[in-house]
């Protein structure tokens, strides 16, 4: 911020202001109010956030709650509820208004015990204790009954003239228990199980009027679990028409009043009686159709059935026919002539048969045999010349020509040819081989 000439502060823009108290709001800390709402508008249609104003009785200030707050508070704002906000004050850069942001509101008074009582039916609800697929079927009309209330009160009274002016037949069971203060859940829970154990058709779980602290029991964890766990459909009438606990939502069946309950598990006898009629005519008329519909079905399958015989003992008949049209069955001996004279034709064509073939097959061999004298000479020719060649080397390398020449072999006493005189003594014997024949010998003397 500047100073002008003659020492005053500049002026800045008003953004510039809104800016700075801006700045020094957020630097405020978090904070706790309690006080009364007043003016509540919300949540807006479009964006979902709530204005209002909370007052005491010597100030007010400007409230906002946004959409995803408002969401989680599990209650309704109004004028004149009591609430407690958590948040920061903020300034509104477009207008500059200070406002109280709550990022936490919760109620106090009759407020917090809804709000608890919205936060323990939620956490139920995701639990599944209020799914409808859950809930146990309550049987249309009940011959046992066990009511579980206060034996003090008016409502058993009206209870049992509901079910005695309705239908005389319902056999009734009461349970005691208190139905208001802070020891009522735990005799709730064990009336419960009391008649539970008596296996009626279902339990009457019922309260005349009073306020939301009156009623406060029907919103118990425990009695809402007790009534989930129970093997007997349980059908509640709490409080007047505009009452709806936490009881309510958890019971198989929720009636509006303790008489609606009555009413509802025990239909009128006059209107079970007209019931009855009327499904007898059903009943009956539903048997007519059938035996008709039957009766039908029974005819079209008796023609079925006929046209099926007929058409399978034609089908029989033609295949007799066939098998009696056969020459076998007309002429037994066909067979077997008609087997001779294929037989006889087969001997005979045999006969003929054997001279032909046996003539071709000599031909074949006088033929074969003279190309094979004719071949025979030219095949041999080409090996008796590499004979004689051959043996004409032989002949010329065979010692035995040597030795036809006036040679001698000399081989010693062990068989070895003698190939040079110092190899010998005097005195060793000598086989000498000759061109014909062979000559023992003896060394007489050695001359090298």
Not at 53 to 74: F, H, L, N, P, Y
Not at 96 to 109: C, D, M, P, Q, W
Not at 301 to 306: E, K, V
């Amino acid at each position: 911020m500047g100073e002008s000439r003659d020492g005053a502060p500049a002026p800045i823009s008003v953004s510039d202001a809104v800016a700075l108290a801006k700045g020094a709001v957020s630097q405020w800390p978090t904070l706790v109010v309690g006080g009364e709402v007043s003016g509540f508008r919300g949540p807006n249609a479009r964006s979902g956030h709530c204005y209002f104003e909370v007052k005491d009785d010597g100030a007010s200030m400007s409230v906002i709650v946004w959409r995803g707050t408002a969401q989680k508070m599990g209650f309704q704002l109004r004028d004149g509820l009591a609430v407690q906000l958590t948040g920061k004050f903020d300034v509104y850069k477009a207008s500059g208004k200070l406002s109280f942001v709550a990022s936490k509101v919760e109620a106090a008074g009759e407020g917090l015990l809804r709000q608890q009582v919205a936060e323990l039916a939620r956490r139920l609800e995701r639990e599944g204790l209020m799914d409808p697929t859950r809930k146990r079927h309550v049987p249309a009309f009940c011959s046992r009954v066990c009511v579980v209330t206060s034996l003090s009160g008016s409502v058993i009274e009206d209870v049992k003239r509901t079910l005695a002016r309705r239908n005389r037949l319902v056999e009734i069971d009461v349970v005691g228990c208190s139905v208001q203060g802070a020891d009522a859940p735990a005799t709730i829970v064990r009336a419960l199980a009391t008649a539970a154990a008596a296996r009626p058709d279902a339990i009457l779980l019922v309260r005349g009027g009073g306020s939301f602290e009156d009623l406060m029991c029907f919103n118990d964890e425990s009695v809402a679990r007790a009534i989930a766990a129970c093997p007997v459909p349980v059908v509640t009438g709490i409080g007047h028409e505009p009452d709806t606990t936490i009881a309510d939502m958890v019971a198989d069946r929720r009636a509006s009043t303790p008489t609606a309950a009555a009413e509802s598990v025990a239909p009128a006898f006059d209107e079970v009686e007209r019931q009855m009629l009327q499904r007898q005519v059903r009943l009956g008329r539903a048997m007519s159709a059938a035996l008709s519909f039957r009766g039908q079905h029974v005819t079209s399958i008796g023609r079925l059935m006929a046209g099926s015989v007929d058409a399978e003992l034609s089908r029989r008949r033609v295949a007799l026919d066939a098998l009696g049209a056969r020459r076998c069955l007309t002429d037994p001996l066909a067979t077997v002539t008609a087997r001779a004279e294929d037989l006889m034709q087969t001997e005979q064509r045999l006969h003929d048969a054997v001279p032909r073939a046996l003539a071709r097959q000599r031909e074949g061999c006088e033929h074969a045999s003279a190309r094979l004298s004719a071949v025979a000479g030219k095949l041999l020719a080409p090996g008796e010349a590499t004979l004689a060649r051959l043996a004409a080397s032989l002949d010329a390398l065979s010692p035995l020509s040597v030795l036809a020449r006036g040679y001698a072999i000399a081989r010693d006493g062990a068989g070895h040819v003698v190939k040079d005189a110092r190899e010998l003594a005097v005195g060793d014997e000598l086989t000498v081989l000759l061109g014909a024949g062979s000559v023992g010998a003896s060394v007489t003397s050695i001359s090298e």
